[in-house]
């Protein structure tokens, strides 16, 4: 069952990464309020006192504002937000990293699960 498992994984990432391939470049995807999808876009965003969330892949982002809190899935997406203390960032997938602050004193909770990816406090 494992190794048919693998198989279908294995057609399916020969079969989209192309396609994802084409699309670099082009920002597609979506944006509502602050909440981001698609490829390749990029954009400062307020969160105005709503959740940011991004998905997708190769997205640069930078939340501004009051942000309760960031989850972010996909591939190679590159954030920058200001949070509240104590808010939490979810981060899954491969090779993201996110760059935070704090309005006021404190530190975000991270919960961070996949490959390489990062959650450091801006410099």
Known sequence: MFRH????LALGLIVTTPLLAA???QGAGT???SSVNGVDQAHEI???GRPAEVSGSGNRINFTGDCPGLTVNGVDNQIGIILRPGA???VSGVENVVTWRVSGTGKPKVSV???DNRVRPAS
């Open 88 to 90: 939490p960032i979810s």
């Open 46 to 48: 307020d969160c105005g």
């Open 5 to 8: 498992a693998a198989t279908a």
């Open 23 to 25: 699309q670099r470049g």
């Open 31 to 33: 944006r509502a309020g």
């Open 113 to 115: 699960q996949g490959v």
